[in-house]
């Protein structure tokens, strides 16, 4: 989404405080803290930043950035069921679409999931987190729409000890509770299958492409459908634990004026329990 990809800047002070207060957890190995990383519904506190640029956008194709903070808060209600938060928070750099337009930067819509989930995965391995979205009209800049938005979202996938493959898919619907103020009402469903194949040193590769349809556009016009792949990498700062992944998607049907392709890269800071 940008002629060049935004940098994040961590404080030196708010990174050392929080390298200084992860334990070690030896007991988790390069690839554990991987499948970690990769569950959805994981029981850790993690901060992942993710970059998202979009190539050849509106009628002018130019390029497009995205950068997702993506706190991710579990909170353990009893022996036997956790509530997992994630907030997706967009910051976006919008190319001109006309020559006297001009190029917007500024905050998206921000949207917050909860996910009530079993704290134990069946014998066979599977997981899964069922709860609501919450679409929040946080955009300036006019980068979003100016109603509140509310949807189911679920969550499934398998994952077990010694068994290298991680997968399953995450899916939500948003609608807007309103069409009075900028932007009208809405319906937008999402659906991201995830496959990770791991291996004992931390490195994986990784699937997780993020299909969309806006349910309120033209026909032949609603979904975006990309393709594509990862790699990504376990590594730590001194005992805090890092999950980088870099990875390209090309759009197989996009919506007129949607991306053609992009690039994904993250940098996920965990802190397990």
Not at 62 to 87: E, G, H, K, S, Y
Request: hydrophobic content about 40%.
């Amino acid at each position: 989404m940008a002629d060049t990809i935004m940098n994040v800047r961590i404080p030196h002070g708010l990174l050392l405080a929080a390298m200084a207060c992860t334990p070690a957890h030896a007991e988790l190995s390069a690839e554990e803290l991987a499948k970690l990383a990769q569950n959805p519904v994981g029981n850790l506190v993690s901060v992942p930043f993710q970059n998202n640029t979009n190539f050849n956008v509106g009628p002018t194709a130019r390029t497009q950035n995205v950068l997702n903070i993506q706190p991710v808060i579990p909170f353990t209600l009893n022996a036997d069921w956790n509530l997992i938060t994630r907030t997706i928070m967009p910051l976006i750099w919008q190319p001109e679409f006309a020559p006297s337009q001009g190029t917007t930067f500024g905050l998206g819509d921000i949207q917050l999931s909860t996910f009530l989930s079993p704290s134990s995965p069946t014998p066979s391995g599977l997981i899964w987190g069922a709860g609501a979205i919450v679409q929040m009209p946080t955009n300036t800049n006019g980068l979003g729409n100016k109603n509140w938005g509310l949807g189911p979202t679920a969550v499934a996938l398998h994952m077990q000890k010694g068994d290298p493959w991680v997968y399953g898919a995450l899916a939500n619907n948003v609608w807007s509770l309103s069409s009075d103020n900028r932007g009208g009402d809405y319906s937008n469903f999402l659906l991201q299958p995830f496959v990770n194949y791991n291996f004992p040193s931390g490195f994986y590769l990784s699937t997780a492409p993020i299909i969309t349809a806006n349910w309120k556009a033209d026909s032949g016009d609603q979904w975006t459908v990309p393709l594509g792949g990862a790699i990504g990498k376990i590594f730590h700062l001194g005992k805090l634990p890092v999950n980088t992944q870099a990875g390209a998607y090309y759009n197989v049907v996009t919506p007129d004026n949607g991306a053609e392709w992009s690039t994904r890269l993250q940098v996920q800071f965990m802190f397990p329990k």
